[in-house]
Each structure stands twice: as structure tokens, then as C-alpha cells.
């Protein structure tokens, strides 16, 4: 799975796609077992990842950072909430889109 529990919060192993034309966290791609996200951002100066951590960060109510993959399309998340909020509130987000 995507998500996993860790000391002080949970991992989300995710797979980015930049400059898409319309931003969402999606489903989890089984073969590479990471939540597939779209981004509006270009790829360049750090806007895709901020994007990227804008858009976990309105989705889970909660800081986010990168912590792994920051110049890679294949990112980890670090989300300071139990895995199973962070489960809810991805539903919820996915959801409204």
C-alpha cells in the first residue's frame, strides 16, 4: 500500500505527474504501489513539489513535507496524523473531486 504508519505520523509513497491540466490525488497504482497525483506546476524551481505539498496539505487538514524524492517524479510524503485519519480525509478529498 501507499500509506504506512511511522513514528510521529505516516508515509504516503505517491508518483507525480507535472503540468497536468487539472490537479488530483488519485488512485493508487497497484504495479508501482504508490497514489498517482496530478499538479498544474512545471517541474522546475521547486514549483511541483510545492504544489504537491499545497494540495496534500488542503486535502489532509496538516502540514506535509517531502521527505524523500524531492528531484524525482516518485515522492514520499511525511504527514504528522495516524494512518487512518489520513486515510478518511484522502477519501473525502477524493470525493469532492
Same mark, same amino acid.
Given at each position: 500500500?501507499? @500509506?504506512?504508519?511511522? /513514528?510521529?505520523?505516516?508515509?504516503?509513497?505517491?508518483?507525480?505527474?507535472?503540468?497536468? /491540466?487539472?490537479?488530483?490525488?488519485?488512485?493508487?497504482?497497484?504495479? *508501482? *504501489?504508490?497514489?498517482?497525483? /496530478?499538479? *498544474?506546476?512545471?517541474?522546475?524551481?521547486?514549483?511541483?513539489?510545492?504544489?504537491?505539498?499545497? @494540495?496534500?496539505?488542503?486535502? @489532509?487538514?496538516?502540514?506535509?513535507?517531502?521527505?524523500?524524492?524531492?528531484?524525482?517524479?516518485? /515522492?514520499?510524503?511525511?504527514?504528522?496524523?495516524?494512518?487512518?485519519?489520513? @486515510?478518511?480525509?484522502?477519501?473525502?478529498?477524493?470525493?469532492?473531486?
Amino acid at each position: 500500500m501507499a @500509506l504506512r504508519d511511522v /513514528k510521529g505520523g505516516t508515509e504516503i509513497d505517491i508518483m507525480v505527474t507535472p503540468n497536468a /491540466k487539472v490537479p488530483l490525488i488519485g488512485d493508487v497504482d497497484e504495479w *508501482r *504501489r504508490r497514489l498517482v497525483v /496530478k499538479v *498544474r506546476a512545471v517541474p522546475s524551481e521547486g514549483r511541483a513539489n510545492q504544489a504537491v505539498c499545497e @494540495l496534500f496539505e488542503k486535502a @489532509l487538514s496538516s502540514e506535509v513535507e517531502i521527505v524523500h524524492g524531492s528531484t524525482n517524479r516518485h /515522492k514520499t510524503l511525511r504527514v504528522p496524523l495516524n494512518k487512518e485519519i489520513v @486515510l478518511q480525509r484522502l477519501e473525502v478529498a477524493r470525493e469532492e473531486c
